[in-house]
């Protein structure tokens, strides 16, 4: 049996409420349904487990959703859905209008997949995945960073700033593209290096091969701690001399398509939606 996992915005009640008009629309077509445990029991769904994997994880809100569901998909290897309820939704796929018709596609299985690569990050013996970024910064201290950034053993720069993304192509659009990154097309295997409102004018984003290791070193010669985020979320605090270890992971993450995207329409829209 086809089972369905969703994940949901928690602080939108109209997450709440498609997610229970999804949950009564595939129990009806014979789909086995669950959800994360917080909302598992109001919608009367079972609950998300450790041995009962989902076949497909549905995200029910805007990017920063989707972005948490990636890592539920990545454990499981299961292809990503996102409906949109927030503003931009550069990630998502579908319109609340479109969820009869989105889900009967995923139940007869018309749909594409799309690969995207994802980050493989390790600091102080823990590790994290992410699709968009992961960030080193000042979090809410007065003080500025100093980052050593290296790749593959060579340095790259000695960051004097608020802080460093490194993202994805899929991120490129995100946070790092605030900071002054660049826009770039998902079919690049690459990586980018921005840093974030540097010092030194000198100080640019650096475009890397998508095989190379970045390390991200904060100054060991001063008293300093820093925040580890990995797509938007806090991971832990970093000490001065510490490491955050970034790759591209093996294996990608793969979202769910219903039509071919056209990448740089998809920005003109969104940014000029995002904008109005």
């Not at 001399?241 to 998809?266: H, N, S, T, W, Y």
């Amino acid at each position: 049996m086809l089972r369905i996992g969703m994940i949901m915005h928690s602080r939108r009640d109209d997450a709440l409420k498609y997610a229970a008009r999804i949950a009564a629309y595939l129990t009806a077509h014979q789909v086995a349904v669950s959800a994360e445990n917080e909302f598992a029991a109001e919608l009367h769904v079972t609950p998300f487990s450790k041995t009962e994997k989902a076949d497909v994880i549905v995200s029910l809100g805007g990017d920063g959703t989707l972005l948490r569901g990636v890592q539920y998909a990545f454990q499981w290897e299961a292809p990503l859905l996102g409906i949109n309820l927030g503003r931009v939704g550069f990630l998502t796929e579908a319109e609340p209008g479109d969820i009869e018709a989105v889900l009967d596609a995923v139940i007869a299985g018309r749909y594409m997949v799309e690969e995207r690569p994802v980050l493989h990050v390790e600091a102080a013996g823990m590790h994290w995945h992410a699709l968009n970024d992961v960030v080193l910064s000042r979090g809410g201290r007065a003080r500025l960073t100093t980052i050593n950034t290296w790749v593959d053993d060579e340095l790259c720069g000695r960051y004097v700033a608020d802080g460093v993304v490194v993202a994805t192509p899929t991120g490129s659009t995100g946070y790092s593209l605030s900071a002054g990154g660049p826009i770039v097309s998902p079919r690049v295997d690459c990586m980018v290096i921005t840093p974030i409102c540097a010092h030194t004018l000198q100080h640019r984003p650096a475009v890397v091969h998508g095989g190379a290791n970045i390390t991200l070193e904060l100054l060991p010669d001063d008293i300093q701690t820093a925040s580890l985020q990995v797509d938007g979320q806090s991971c832990m605090e970093l000490r001065n001399g510490m490491c955050a270890k970034v790759r591209m992971d093996a294996r990608p993450i793969r979202l769910i398509r219903l039509k071919e995207q056209l990448f740089f329409q998809l920005v003109r829209d969104k940014l000029t939606e995002w904008t109005r």
